[in-house]
């Protein structure tokens, strides 16, 4: 099963996303696999027993996003530099979202450029995260404000790894399949609302719809100019909750889930999507115990957060925003007091 990323404005760059077992790999360099300990601990004997290289060396990180730093750049970087790789060299990101960040950010700086592969083991960089060359990571001010758009060779997604995933991780790799839903696909949100997640032929489906989908968005907008920010649905909300707990107590999707709430509340009020359209997407993120709420202590400081948030420019942020469901909208220069009000509705939770 391949889904292929074809970049319209870059001839030069395409890659298949195939989803099936992982294949046996043979590289006639030297390979490098950036992981971590969770993640090794489950996958990295399967890994290695389908790869060949001229030389294979293994780099781990510490577990989490509080580690997608500057700082972990540079050990990685270190340790690549100590294994004497060259222009010619390879890493392999194994892991999820996180994982395959900063190993994608690190081939884009190792002596100016040098190739990687993604093979992600969570269903949220399966669906969303390996998918169409985002890499990078955060700073004190927000979330992935460092980094650059860095296409992999290849991106290998086995259902199989989801095996081991706890069930909070996989349910907030769901949190960005409704995402895709909402924006793009109507009968594929009314799918997801009766579908068997639990089914491994029904996972595969959803996994590669979700891909698609993402895929079609890649290949027309690599570099986030248009319709490729709609894809960030929920996640300038979901940035602000990100950055005020320190990435410490949400998970990615979990932080997008509520995102897409607020987001939805902003909507309605804007007429755009029905208050019974939003509460079928709150549902469906309840479905599998995602939280959609959320308490903001200082809602003028959450909204100056917004400014910094990488769609927004000259002061004027840009909301990504559902138009029903099924269709999407990108909003300029609402109302502060509007959005405001939005805010000041989840301080009230309790």
Request: glycine content about 6%; hydrophobic content about 40%.
């Amino acid at each position: 099963m391949l889904v292929p990323i074809k970049l319209l404005n870059r001839k030069t760059i395409s890659y298949d996303i195939t989803i099936n077992p992982l294949p046996k790999l043979s590289f006639n360099t030297k390979v490098v696999i950036i992981t971590n300990p969770t993640v090794s601990s489950y996958h990295l004997e399967t890994v290695l027993s389908k790869i060949e290289a001229t030389e294979l060396s293994i780099v781990t990180i510490p577990d989490g996003e509080q580690y997608k730093t500057l700082k972990t750049i540079e050990d990685i970087l270190h340790q690549l530099f100590e294994h004497k790789l060259d222009r010619k060299s390879l890493l392999i990101a194994l892991g999820g979202g996180v994982i395959g960040d900063m190993t994608g950010f690190t081939a884009s700086l190792y002596q100016r450029g040098i190739d990687f592969i993604q093979i992600p083991t969570t269903l949220l960089s399966q669906v969303d995260a390996s998918v169409g060359g985002k890499t990078g990571v955060n700073n004190s001010f927000g979330k992935n404000l460092i980094g650059a758009f860095y296409q992999p060779k290849a991106v290998y997604i086995d259902p199989s790894f989801l095996k081991t995933l706890p069930a909070r991780e996989f349910s907030a790799g769901v949190a960005e399949i409704i995402k895709m839903a909402v924006m793009f696909d109507k009968d594929y949100f009314n799918f997801l609302q009766d579908a068997d997640f639990n089914n491994s032929d029904v996972l595969k489906e959803i996994i590669k719809r979700s891909v698609e989908l993402k895929a079609e968005v890649v290949n027309q907008d690599e570099k986030e100019a248009g319709i490729r920010a709609v894809l960030n649905y929920g996640h300038t909300f979901a940035h602000v909750i990100e950055n005020e707990t320190n990435y410490t107590k949400y998970l990615h999707g979990e932080a997008v889930s509520i995102g897409i709430v607020m987001a939805n509340r902003l909507a309605v009020k804007l007429n755009l999507m029905t208050l019974e359209e939003s509460e079928m997407v709150t549902d469906l993120l309840k479905k599998f115990n995602l939280p959609t709420d959320y308490t903001i202590e200082n809602y003028n400081s959450y909204y100056e957060h917004f400014l910094l948030d990488k769609k927004s420019a000259n002061n004027s942020i840009k909301f990504i925003l559902a138009n029903g469901i099924g269709n999407y909208i990108i909003k300029k220069d609402i109302d502060e007091n509007i959005v405001k009000n939005v805010l000041k509705e989840f301080g009230e939770i309790t």
